[in-house]
């Protein structure tokens, strides 16, 4: 019997999804309709932040958070070498300069400690943003960054695309969802195939400041407005105009229903996430790989599971030979040729550089079956074994 390959994630479609997309189909609205709205609304309550800003993708969520924070031209940003390329490019699309700290050699997030001699190295007002990344799932202390950012007079803007559901317990005892942003500006979300709610592309962007979350939808429908409290003038109910420099970065509504569905189940696919975890570290317990280890003060969202093993290359080659596509999450982003140009090189951060070698990313996600989770466990045993 040929083994089904076992991707490393997917989505889970439901036929209730599939129904509420086909409603949206039968509907008179395909975009800018009511379900975008609920969608918003629904996922703010969610998440627990004031206002929500539904969007094309997660890197047009960090672009419009760039821009409504005014970076400018030789603005400098700091972010982690370890993640997707969108969370340092959206500083470059503003104009400003991406500036990279290594990362914590057990969380993989970004080292705080590190960000904190840089600020100290550094002339006041040198750093106007942190975009810190809750990799894997595992949620960023924000309120330690922002005990950092207050005295250095910085802004946060929290990539939290992999983790929607998680939270962290801060200094007061107080439960912190990811992206509530009681500690940041703004914070980030991505829909893709993927991630916990998928909505084939999509993204949201969270905030609780009124003036920032009206920024925000101006710019992604063209900086085009119809409020008469905006317009220079008014010649009737038909009379716009675009007073800012915005773009097209608009959901459409059959999304936002994929989304508001995907929601309902949005616990449930969290909790199965974290018994397939579970599963996985127990399994590799007293072995030769690394497995993720989680503060109990938190809950990880494990949008991915990474281990550690050495022979990375072999271990994912094997794996795809039973039909097992594992992943590698993420090439550092200091290292991409495009930074390289910049002046980056290898050297530069030797402990992301190092977690690079070694770590691959099991399959994860809610669809996968106890089966399949045997099946992988079995294989990735039976290479490191010999």
Not at 1 to 18: A, C
């Amino acid at each position: 019997m040929v083994q089904k390959p076992i991707p490393y994630g997917r989505q889970s479609i439901t036929q209730e999804d599939i129904d509420e997309v086909v409603k949206v189909l039968q509907s008179d609205f395909l975009t800018q309709g009511p379900k975008i709205p609920e969608f918003e609304s629904l996922f703010s309550d969610y998440i627990g932040a004031k206002y929500s800003v539904a969007v094309a993708n997660g890197t047009a969520a960090l672009h419009l958070a760039a821009l409504a924070l005014n970076l400018n031209k030789g603005d400098k940003v700091i972010t982690t070498p370890i993640t997707f390329a969108a969370s340092a490019n959206c500083v470059l699309y503003a104009g400003g300069e991406v500036d990279f700290v290594d990362i914590d050699p057990e969380s993989y997030l970004i080292d705080l400690n590190q960000v904190e001699d840089k600020l100290k190295k550094s002339k006041p007002g040198t750093y106007k943003c942190i975009i810190p990344v809750d990799f894997a799932g595992y949620p960023v202390r924000l309120d330690k960054l922002k005990e950092l950012t207050d005295k250095y007079n910085c802004k946060i803007i929290e990539d939290a695309c992999h983790a929607p559901g998680g939270y962290f317990i801060d200094s007061k005892g107080v439960k912190q969802n990811c992206g509530n942003n009681n500690y940041s500006d703004m914070a980030i979300f991505s829909f893709h195939p993927v991630k916990h709610i998928a909505t084939g592309e999509g993204g949201m962007i969270t905030t609780n400041d009124e003036q920032i979350y009206k920024k925000l939808t101006l710019l992604r429908t063209h900086g085009i407005t119809k409020d008469t409290g905006l317009l220079n003038e008014n010649h009737g109910g038909w009379y716009y105009e675009m007073v800012d420099l915005g773009f097209n970065y608009r959901l459409t509504e059959i999304q936002a229903a994929l989304g508001v569905s995907q929601l309902k189940k949005a616990e449930k696919g969290l909790k199965r996430r974290t018994e397939i975890a579970l599963e996985y570290s127990q399994s590799f317990k007293n072995s030769h790989i690394t497995t993720p280890k989680v503060d109990e003060n938190l809950l990880h969202a494990y949008h991915l599971y990474v281990v550690l093993v050495e022979k990375r290359a072999e271990l994912y080659n094997f794996l795809a030979k039973n039909s097992i596509f594992s992943q590698v999450h993420y090439v550092p982003v200091h290292l991409h040729p495009y930074y390289q140009k910049m002046g980056w090189k290898k050297g530069d951060l030797p402990i992301a550089e190092n977690y690079y070698n070694q770590c691959l990313s099991l399959p994860m996600y809610p669809a996968l079956s106890n089966e399949q989770q045997e099946f992988v466990i079995e294989k990735v045993k039976e290479f490191v074994n010999g």
